[in-house]
């Protein structure tokens, strides 16, 4: 029989009940994986879980508490016993709080967005290297960044804690891939445009932004984005097919980075 990409790998992914995590989740399974997913919401936890299977295990917990990277993979060892990487998705928009252009932000807009998309991610990521270093095993690191980390859209994307925040991953993420790859631990990036799940309801509801994005993630003949179309790019970064990868950014974006996109 044919194995996985993912075979006799347990992956931990932080944020993994809806959207780009869940679809991930589901996808890691049937590349021949164990996976413990995270997610803040109770209901979608339940829910998720019951989409995984016998080879998943869901946790409700919030990214941004210090221990819940700690728990999953902790989680991870008892139930599969074992650990091999880590995928970090969770994060969102801090609009609400008051994120925004820079002279519109509030303090809660600003530290809520780093918290949620930044802190979380610093503590996900500590909990792995510690346990691989401790078991003196070899690990891969997965975080999810934006495209507005380095490819701004002033019209649309004005939120510049967000953009901060997602640009700060890319930078943590390469530090520690320069410093833990004696180590063999890898740690890389994915950067997506704009895709079509719960947190981005807001674009997709309005007709201006849909037929800007037609023109500024013109592949696929300009289709909205969806959690699947990531997936693959996941799966080869945790697998060991991308074993010589590390310290990359690698933006899944339908063209957004190299595009113009065309206003009304």
């Not at 901060?164 to 890319?170: D, E, F, L």
Request: glycine share 10%.
């Amino acid at each position: 029989m044919k194995k996985g990409w993912l075979f006799e790998k347990v992956i931990v992914i932080i944020g993994g009940t809806t959207g780009l995590g869940l679809d991930a989740a589901l996808r890691c399974i049937e590349e021949d994986a164990n996976v413990v997913v995270v997610g803040r919401d109770p209901e979608h936890t339940k829910q998720a879980a019951e989409l995984l299977g016998p080879k998943g295990q869901a946790i409700s917990a919030d990214a941004t508490d210090i221990g819940t990277a700690e728990l999953a993979i902790s989680t991870a060892i008892e139930r599969f016993g074992s650990f091999t990487g880590l995928y970090h998705v969770a994060g969102g928009s801090g609009r609400r709080f008051g994120d925004g252009p820079v002279h519109d932000i509030t303090e809660e807009g600003w530290m809520k967005t780093l918290h949620w998309n930044l802190d979380s991610v610093m503590y996900s990521n500590r909990a792995a290297v510690k346990y691989f270093l401790k078991e003196n095993k070899p690990g891969v690191i997965l975080n999810m960044s934006s495209v507005l980390g380095f490819s701004p859209s002033p019209k649309y994307f004005g939120t510049h804690a967000y953009a901060a925040a997602k640009s700060a991953v890319i930078g943590f993420s390469k530090s520690l891939a320069s410093y833990y790859a004696p180590h063999d631990i890898r740690v890389n990036v994915i950067a997506p445009g704009l895709v079509e799940t719960p947190m981005s309801q807001r674009a997709f509801g309005d007709q201006h932004i849909i037929k800007f994005i037609s023109s500024k993630q013109p592949l696929n003949n300009g289709a909205p984005s969806q959690p699947a179309d990531l997936s693959g790019t996941a799966i080869y970064l945790l697998s060991d097919h991308s074993k010589l990868v590390t310290g990359q950014t690698i933006a899944v974006d339908g063209g957004w980075s190299v595009t113009e996109g065309q206003y009304e």
